[in-house]
């Protein structure tokens, strides 16, 4: 176990459509990311929340945003729904080292995941 | 954006033999390699890791091994068994600061007995 816990596990949702998904970091851990894994594909970075705050996003539209809240906790939030956005979202907690040369991140740990289904 | 190239998509091995899987990145500020092994319906969870100041680690059957001046990095896994039967996910951290990933699109191993 990981200490990474998501909901829902699994939901089903129609096109235009809202949905939001949660995460729950694991135990002092002060980063958290998200990531969407489409059938037979790598997962992919949709953003990353480091202090509240977004610190890094990837190749996705606006539609998709996030909160980080102060117990390290955050939410996926997609609006207006689209066919393609089927897929296993997921998320990681990782603890980010201030180095000298920059901020480092530690290993990810990932949650099962929450499997959406968009008709 | 910046590439993580995965090479073979699918593998089959017989048991106790090795099995090789290569990736190649395009990111230059990368410095920070995880392997991830992903079963059926589950988590991908981490099985070795390498940072940019090391060429070469080693986990008991487990060893990554870096190029950095070739942007190549590649998972070998000896005597293998059907429980290593599972996707791996390369990776490579984005930027300099190292705090996300770019995976590759996975192999999938099967190990026979």
């Known amino acids: 176990e990981t200490g990474v816990t998501q909901s829902p596990t699994h939901l089903i949702k129609t096109r235009g459509q809202q949905v939001t998904l949660r995460c729950s970091s694991q135990s002092g851990h002060n980063t958290v990311s998200w990531y969407q894994q489409a059938l037979g594909q790598g997962p992919q970075f949709i953003f990353q929340y480091y202090r509240e705050e977004e610190n890094g996003r990837g190749n996705f539209p606006p539609r998709f945003s996030g909160l980080q809240f102060p117990n390290y906790s955050s939410e996926l939030n997609v609006n207006a729904l689209e066919l393609d956005d089927s897929a296993l979202y997921l998320c990681?907690?990782?603890?980010?080292?201030?180095?000298?040369?920059?901020?480092?991140?530690?290993?990810?740990?990932f949650g099962e995941g929450s499997r959406l289904t968009v008709l | 954006g910046e590439n993580v190239e995965q090479h073979p998509s699918t593998l089959s091995v017989q048991e106790g033999d090795s099995a090789v899987i290569k990736c190649t990145y395009s990111?230059?500020?990368?410095?920070?390699f995880p392997w991830y092994k992903q079963e059926l319906g589950k988590r991908p969870q981490l099985i070795i890791d390498i940072r940019s100041n090391v060429g070469e680690k080693k986990d008991q059957r487990i060893a990554v091994t870096l190029n950095k001046t070739a942007k190549h990095f590649s998972l070998h896994i000896t005597e293998t068994q059907p429980e290593d039967s599972a996707v791996y996910f390369c990776?490579?951290?984005?930027?300099?600061?190292?705090?996300?990933?770019?995976f590759g699109k996975g192999t999938s191993l099967l190990v026979t007995p």
């Open positions: 990776a490579a951290s984005m930027g300099y600061s190292g705090y996300a990933l770019n």
């Open positions: 990681a907690s990782s603890s980010v080292e201030e180095l000298a040369g920059g901020p480092n991140t530690g290993e990810l740990f």
């Open positions: 990111d230059s500020a990368s410095n920070y």
